[in-house]
C-alpha cells in the first residue's frame, strides 16, 4: 500500500480556518468511511482527532471536523489556535485487514 | 484510567532481534483489537500489523510479514512484537495503540484511541 498524500505542511493565523487534504484510492479512503486523522506533538504519542471520517471523540475540540468526498479526505480546523501548531496524520482502512497512513502535514498558527 | 505501557528503549546491532511488551490496564484486555506501528525520525507513522487479544489471531503488513511476530499473554494483559534480522532502516520509535472498535463487532475501525508512550529502537553497529 502507498501512503495517502497529504500536503507538507499548512499554515494560517489565529482564528482561521485551514483544511489539511488526505488523498488515497478506490482502495482506501474511496471505498471506506474508516479514516481517521491523529494530532501529534513533537516527542509525543499521537492523539485521535477525528475517527470514521466525521466523528470527533468527546474529549477533542469541536473546532476540528472531518469530511469525505470520493477519494479525499479532509481535516478542518477553525478557529485556529496556538496549540494547534503540530504535526497531523490521516490513516484510512485500506481492506483485507491492512491500513495506510498519510505522509503527515506540519500545521503552523503564524 | 485506559494505559498501555510499554517496554524501555533498547539497542540492537545489526541482524539481532528485539521484543517490544505494551501492558494494558484499565480495561477488559481481551476486548480490543492492539496495533503496532513505527515513526523513523523525522517520517511519518506507519502501520507494522494487528493483533485480537481475545484469540490471538494476528495480521502483518506485508513489509513486515517476514520478519515480525505478535502474540499476547492474556494472564498479565500484554502483547509483545518481536522483530528479527534488524537493519539500521528499522531504528524508529514503536508504539502500540488500541483499536477503538471491539472485538465483538469482528472488523476494526483503524482508529487509535490509546497509544502507547512508545519505545525507542535502535539498531547501529
Known amino acids: 500500500q502507498s501512503a495517502l498524500t497529504q500536503p507538507a505542511s499548512v499554515s494560517g493565523s489565529p482564528g482561521q480556518s485551514i483544511t489539511i487534504s488526505c488523498t488515497g484510492t478506490?482502495?482506501?479512503?474511496?471505498?471506506?468511511?474508516?479514516v481517521s486523522w491523529y494530532q501529534q506533538y513533537p516527542g509525543k504519542a499521537p492523539k485521535l482527532v477525528i475517527s470514521?471520517?466525521?466523528k470527533r471523540p468527546s474529549e477533542v475540540s469541536n473546532r476540528f471536523s472531518g469530511s469525505k468526498s470520493a477519494n479525499t479526505a479532509s481535516l478542518t480546523i477553525s478557529g485556529l489556535q496556538a496549540e494547534d501548531e503540530a504535526d497531523y496524520y490521516c490513516?484510512?482502512?485500506?481492506?483485507?485487514?491492512?491500513?495506510?497512513f498519510g505522509t503527515g502535514t506540519r500545521v503552523t498558527v503564524l | 484510567q485506559v494505559q498501555l505501557v510499554q517496554s524501555g528503549a533498547e539497542v540492537k546491532k545489526p541482524g539481532a532481534s528485539v521484543k517490544v511488551s505494551c501492558e494494558v490496564s484499565g480495561y477488559r484486555f481481551t476486548d480490543y483489537y492492539i496495533h503496532w506501528l513505527r515513526q523513523a525520525p523525522g517520517q511519518a507513522l506507519e502501520s507494522m500489523g494487528w493483533?485480537?487479544?481475545?484469540?490471538?489471531?494476528?495480521y502483518y503488513g506485508q513489509k513486515f510479514r517476514d520478519r515480525v511476530t505478535m502474540t499476547r499473554v492474556t494472564s498479565i494483559s500484554t502483547v509483545y512484537m518481536e522483530m528479527t534480522r534488524l537493519t539500521s532502516d528499522d531504528t524508529a520509535l514503536y508504539y502500540c495503540a488500541r483499536d477503538g472498535a471491539s472485538v465483538a463487532i469482528l472488523s476494526l475501525h483503524y482508529a487509535m484511541d490509546v497509544w502507547g508512550q512508545g519505545t525507542t529502537v535502535t539498531v547501529s553497529s
Open positions: 470514521e471520517v466525521t
Open positions: 493483533i485480537n487479544p481475545n484469540n490471538g489471531h494476528t
Open positions: 490513516c484510512s482502512y485500506a481492506g483485507f485487514s491492512a491500513g495506510v
Open positions: 478506490t482502495s482506501n479512503v474511496g471505498n471506506y468511511n474508516l
